[in-house]
Every structure is written in structure tokens, then in C-alpha cells.
């Protein structure tokens, strides 16, 4: 049986949308359709266990998940200058400690993957954004050549698996939620951090000084540069802007 549930609303706002998926605010209540049930179930698995604050979810149904709002605004906006304190960001990295801290889940994140996938994976891409033209060939192979030093054995954690700033909320010093968890799973914690920190490097001291020890930031940089070596063309190819101030191929430019 299906439920029924009801929202004062002035209008749906489009939070994301793209070929694979969308998420609809209405009120205080987001609606995540997904052509991927996979992820919503993933979703689902994961809010069960995290130990951090996080939406609730409240129904779902084939393609679709409701989940609540959380209090705040975003830790930060990419292309634009954080207005979030030292300490907000500070309290970010402690919650993503606290997550790395707690019981593996048992299933591995796309970021998770085994090492030699990982690279066969970033030298495919790579030579796609040369052949293709998108990106000139000197970029794409110093990022390549930082990118190896997160192509290393890692201790797997529980991670969020796309950590981006827009998916961290919080209220004047304090952390109030983590949302988007579909992509969570067993993982490299530094990658987690390399996501948070990737359009705001500046705030990588700040997130570290909550995370606290074992934080290799050479390994930062190197995920910095596989993200955005991956996700340039997706991006792209999904009317998103990888060129955009502060975004993948600005960070891909600061490496070199």
C-alpha cells in the first residue's frame, strides 16, 4: 500500500536534473527519482547506518524516494567564495571522521573500486579528453601523472562517496546534515576529503583540524586531479559547465 503524504507548498523547485535522475524540493520534503533503483536502495541502506546527521527518509516507491529537508544552508557554492566560518568547516571534517570511524557497510563505493579498474578507468578517460579535444594534452597528462599517488592501497572506511560542498548543510558553526547518499559504500576516507575540499582548497587546513590525524595531503591533491579527470566529459556531456570558476578544469590548471 502506498502512502499518502502531505506538504504546504508554494512551488516544486528543480534541485538537480539530468538524464539519469532528479531531485524535486516541494516544501520540506525532497523527491529523488532515480532510472537507477539500485541507488535509491542504496540510499535507503545507507541512512540506516550513518552516525552523522542526515535527512529521514519518509516513503519510497519504484524510481522514487522521499526524504526531509534538513536544517541550514549549503557549506559553500561553486564559483564563489565560502561564507561559512573556520569553525563550520572544522565541523564538517570532525562528522566526516565520525563516519569514517564507524562499522563498514557491506558493500564497496564507486569510489571503492579495485585499483587496477581505477586506472585502466583514468587512462581511458584521459586519452578521450585529448582525442577529443576537450582538454590540451600537457593538462590532462601532468593531472595524470599527479593522479597516481592516490592509485595506492588504502584501509576501506565508510565513506559518502560524492561529498561535495552542496550536499553538506549547516547553521552558523555547527554541522546540521549530510545529504545524497547514494553513492556511499566502503572506500578511501581521503577521497572523501579530496571531494569536500575539491572548489574550496583554501578550507582543506580548516576541514583537517576537525578531521584530525592521518590525512596525506599530497594524496588530497591526487584525488583532486582524478575527479576531475573523470567527471570533466560526464559533466560536460550532461549540460553541466566543468569550466565554470573554481570548478573541475580550474583544479585540473592549479596542478600544473
Known amino acids: ?18 538524464s539519469e535522475r532528479a531531485t524535486l524540493r516541494v516544501g520540506d520534503v525532497f523527491l529523488k527519482v532515480d532510472g537507477d533503483q539500485a541507488r535509491i536502495d542504496r540510499e535507503v541502506e545507507a541512512l540506516a547506518l550513518v552516525p552523522v546527521p542526515a535527512p529521514r527518509v519518509l516513503w519510497r516507491q519504484p524510481s522514487v524516494l522521499a526524504i526531509s529537508a534538513v536544517p541550514g544552508t549549503v557549506l559553500a557554492t561553486l564559483g564563489e567564495p565560502s561564507t561559512a566560518s573556520p569553525a563550520a568547516w572544522a565541523a564538517a571534517g570532525a562528522a566526516v571522521r565520525k563516519l569514517h570511524d564507524a562499522p563498514l557497510p557491506p558493500w564497496t563505493s564507486r569510489g571503492g573500486q579495485n585499483l587496477d579498474k581505477l586506472a585502466a578507468d583514468l587512462d581511458a578517460e584521459c586519452e578521450r579528453l585529448v582525442s577529443g579535444g576537450i582538454l590540451p594534452a600537457d593538462l590532462v597528462t601532468r593531472n595524470r601523472e599527479v593522479a597516481e599517488a592516490a592509485l595506492r592501497p588504502w584501509t576501506p572506511v565508510f565513506t559518502h562517496g560524492d561529498l561535495h560542498v552542496a550536499h553538506v548543510f549547516v547553521e552558523g558553526d555547527e554541522l546540521t546534515g549530510i545529504i545524497d547518499w547514494s553513492e556511499a559504500g566502503s572506500g578511501d576516507g581521503l577521497r572523501d576529503l579530496a571531494t569536500l575540499t575539491l572548489a574550496h582548497p583554501d578550507r582543506l587546513g580548516d576541514v583537517v583540524e576537525g578531521y584530525g590525524t592521518g590525512v596525506d595531503v599530497d594524496v588530497i591533491h591526487a584525488w583532486w586531479s582524478v575527479r576531475s579527470l573523470l567527471a570533466t566529459r560526464w559533466l560536460i556531456e550532461h549540460d553541466f559547465d566543468p569550466f565554470t570558476p573554481g570548478g573541475e578544469v580550474d583544479v585540473l590548471r592549479a596542478r600544473m
Open 1 to 18: 500500500m502506498g502512502w499518502t503524504y502531505w506538504v504546504a507548498m508554494d512551488e516544486v523547485e528543480v534541485v538537480l536534473a539530468h
